[in-house]
């Protein structure tokens, strides 16, 4: 579903059928009052009559964004408060009816006046969509609904109903009347109309002083035919029900690989960007995907389905599974993974070309999947398609070991370009392109390692390692430009050499094909006011003569997030501080002036304009969010996924203190952890055996779903084992904050506890004291601006982290706070 920025229903899109099945939806209200006017035939008496006149809201009114729902709050009549909850559905694949194909708008009326009101509300649904406009309807009096469907097309089936039984109800193809600003007329009580019609619904409710009333216009898109339809519609869940079930399943997975840094724009943006991804995930005909224009298209592009992966498979590693596995089926007999595949159908296109970056991205996606889910039994089963493949990447490799993109055609765009960057008209890169041989080489890297997982043989590891090597020695030799020490764009297909400096400079480094040396010298380019926005990385230089910051996408200097986040990652270890600013200044131009930069608060759009930074592209894309995941987990978080053990090591600036990820899905398990930094080095505590280049202590579980926090500054997370429990109290907040905390229910009320405390403004571990269960069970700390404290709580004659046992306080008084 796409809404409007004026709160009605744009379109449903029916991820079965390929197409919107319904188009705008709209909501009038209306009070019955005699309308005075003029007559429209020159007689200037005025004429009245009794009838309900149409009300605007009277003045703005507010919008609250919910993982779960749209809200919008306005009032009419001076008097009576209007409420209009927008969602859609959402649950786990197991639960009937969860992700059932409904939109709901839950409309709340309170009145608030001395008056006794009569109100009208009319609901307007285009019931055409994006299907020609031969609709027919009916109103079915049991389900008190209107049903339409096409004729010649009777499998898509469309719904327009209530909870409650309509007053009146009607077809029409008069579209003005459901904006007529001062009439709102009765309902014919008829569905005689037919072709691109509006279904509508009339609701006449009374309003005492004081009182309220609510009901929920339900729209329902089926592709099984009428009777199937019916079915389903009646057995579908209250959209009360719906709607608890569908936040409570949200606040649930939310909890998923949970970033917590000082940074709260980064923890937003973790939050926001598995939100964005579950919202784009849809069941198919050929099975679970996601498109690249959700509500528009049913392509599913190979590119972005790889570059999903890298986020997902730490939030739901199973869909990843999912889309890889398509990926293989799909892919050509030569090897070649295509552009893209129809999830309606299965069709196929590569666009015209030999190579672009899907087949190496397949590759690296596949790698990144098993490295994340130790799942051996399944890389067997897929490691064929990722040789062919392979096997494929080198022989498209010319004589000097370069991978050679062959496509010329004049019309450039997709057919023309091998890049991410390759919706451009009449603008070509093709011939031996630095991204697409970065990305090859760091492939067939991959799939050597792969090789040896499934126990290959020796040569055919060397075989891959080799092809590896050989492309990114070529590329280091024949695409570097001496002049700068940099990468040209391309050498094309006519041998002219383009020495452009753009965005794609990235890959080389994020792929680790360049020498560090030539990786600080990009990264430091990359950074300059030419390049550099508020709202992140332009795709290329505002000196370009090409420079374009709004047309073309955005591909020749609009600032695209992904572009930024490859870029906070590939930073990540020269500097740090790049990453996280790059990190949290993209996401927080999302809640930047909405209304002016045409974004909406918590969704990754498309593009910004390079000079306005206005969104220009999608509201919601579905390929930015996971790159800021993959970004924060594997880049702030430090997190390394290998075929065994986790490797942990921050990459965070020097002022940083802490970090910490939750419930982050590793080889079949959870895994949690923080870091503090203490006494000038990080110490790593995990739920589980980690490699890290610091010292680490092993907990058996995270149990901070158990501790009650108090402040909306405070990030908590609490790890246990058979000796104690050690608790991280932090601060994301920008001034010193008193976080009071609730554990009681960790601890035994009637038990002794030594508790100590490591402030992170002392840089040390303060005196311990000894208390009852009862009185640890509340407790409140300070903690300045971005720092924290470490709560250790052991019983009695344990041993403390550092192996010195710890004294009781002489004449402290036992305190459930600490200072």
Not at 234 to 250: F, K, P, V
Not at 362 to 378: C, E, P
Not at 468 to 495: Q, T, W
Not at 679 to 684: L, N
Request: aromatic letters at 10%.
């Amino acid at each position: 579903m796409n809404s409007k920025s004026t709160g009605a229903i744009e379109r449903i899109f029916s991820a079965q059928l390929g197409e919107s099945l319904f188009g705008s939806v709209s909501i009038r209200y209306g009070l019955t009052a005699s309308a005075l006017h003029a007559r429209c035939d020159g007689d200037d008496q005025a004429s009245s009559g009794r009838s309900y006149v149409g009300l605007q809201a009277d003045g703005p009114g507010t919008v609250e964004i919910h993982p779960a729902y749209q809200r919008r709050a306005m009032s009419i009549a001076g008097s009576i408060d209007v409420t209009e909850t927008l969602f859609v559905p959402l649950g786990a694949a197991t639960t009937p009816h969860a992700d059932a194909p409904t939109a709901h708008v839950r409309i709340t009326l309170a009145n608030r006046g001395a008056s006794t009101q009569h109100v009208r509300v009319s609901g307007f649904a285009r019931l055409r969509g994006s299907l020609p406009a031969n609709v027919c309807a009916r109103y079915d009096q049991r389900l008190g609904a209107l049903v339409a469907w096409n004729e010649g097309m009777p499998a898509a089936v469309r719904v327009f109903g209530s909870n409650r039984q309509p007053t009146r109800y009607a077809t029409t193809v008069d579209f003005g009347s459901a904006y007529d600003p001062t009439h709102l007329h009765a309902l014919a009580g008829a569905s005689d109309d037919h072709g691109d019609i509006l279904g509508s619904l009339q609701f006449d409710l009374t309003l005492e002083p004081g009182a309220s009333d609510a009901f929920t216009l339900t729209c329902a898109a089926y592709a099984t035919g009428e009777h199937e339809a019916l079915r389903s519609y009646e057995h579908l869940s209250s959209a009360d029900d719906a709607l608890t079930a569908t936040i409570a399943y949200l606040e649930d997975i939310a909890k998923i690989a949970q970033v917590l840094t000082p940074n709260r724009h980064i923890n937003e943006g973790a939050l926001w960007s598995k939100v964005n991804m579950r919202r784009v995930m849809s069941d198919y005909p050929q099975g679970r995907a996601f498109t690249n224009e959700p509500g528009v298209s049913s392509n599913v592009v190979g590119r972005d389905a790889a570059w999903f992966v890298y986020g997902n498979d730490h939030f739901m590693p199973g869909f990843s599974r999912a889309l890889l596995d398509k990926l293989a089926q799909v892919q050509y007999p030569d090897g070649k993974i295509p552009e893209c595949y129809n999830a309606i159908d299965g069709s196929v296109a590569d666009d015209g070309l030999n190579i672009n970056d899907d087949t190496p991205l397949f590759i690296l996606a596949v790698n990144h999947h098993f490295r994340a889910s130790g799942d051996l039994d399944w890389l067997r089963r897929i490691y064929p398609a990722v040789a062919r493949a392979a096997r494929y990447i080198v022989s498209v490799t010319d004589d000097r070991g370069l991978v050679w993109c062959t496509a010329h055609d004049p019309r450039g765009n997709v057919w023309a370009i091998a890049s991410w960057r390759n919706v451009i008209d009449r603008y070509t890169i093709n011939g031996a392109v630095t991204e697409i041989n970065a990305e090859c080489a760091a492939a067939l890297r991959a799939v050597a390692h792969l090789a040896e997982n499934v126990a290959r043989d020796s040569a055919e590891i060397e075989e891959f390692s080799a092809a590896s090597r050989r492309i990114g020695d070529a590329m280091n030799f024949h695409l570097r430009n001496p002049e700068n020490g940099l990468y040209y764009l391309n050498i094309d297909v006519d041998g002219n050499v383009h020495t452009d400096v753009t965005g794609d400079q990235v890959f080389p480094v994020m792929f680790r094909v360049c020498d560090e040396e030539t990786g600080f010298r990009i990264i430091s380019r990359l950074n300059a006011p030419d390049f550099w926005t508020s709202a992140g990385l332009r795709t290329v230089s505002r000196n370009d003569p090409l420079y374009d910051p709004s047309g073309n996408i955005g591909l020749l200097g609009g600032v695209w997030p992904g572009l930024t986040w490859w870029y906070a990652f590939a930073a990540a270890r020269y500097h740090p501080e790049f990453m996280v600013t790059a990190l949290g200044a993209s996401f927080q131009h999302y809640a930047a002036d909405p209304k002016k930069n045409n974004t909406v608060p918590g969704q990754f759009g498309e593009y910004f304009d390079g000079e306005s930074l206005i969104n220009r592209g999608m509201r919601l894309s579905p390929w930015e969010p996971p790159r800021f995941l993959w970004a924060a987990v594997e880049g702030v978080c430090g997190l390394m996924l290998t075929t065994g053990l986790p490797r942990i090591n921050p990459l965070v600036p020097a002022n940083w203190k802490w970090v910490a990820l939750r419930n982050l899905p590793y080889h079949g398990r959870s895994l949690s952890y923080f870091a503090t930094r203490e006494r000038g080095t990080f110490r790593i505590y995990a739920t589980g055996v980690v490699e890290s280049d610091f010292a680490s202590e092993v907990y058996d579980e995270d149990v901070s779903d158990s501790v009650s926090v108090f402040s909306d500054t405070a990030a908590v997370v609490a790890l246990r084992r058979e000796d104690g429990i050690v608790l991280l109290i932090a601060n994301v907040g920008g001034r010193t904050a008193n976080v009071p905390v609730s554990i009681g229910p960790l601890l035994n009320a009637s038990a002794t506890y030594d508790l100590r405390m490591y402030n992170s403004e002392h840089d040390a571990w303060e005196a311990g004291t000894l208390g009852s269960g009862g009185d640890f069970g509340a407790i409140a700390v300070s903690v300045e601006s971005e720092g924290y404290r470490l709560v250790e709580l052991r019983p009695q004659n344990a041993m403390p982290l550092d192996g010195v046992p710890m004294k009781p306080t002489v004449g402290r008084e036992k305190s459930p706070v600490i200072a």
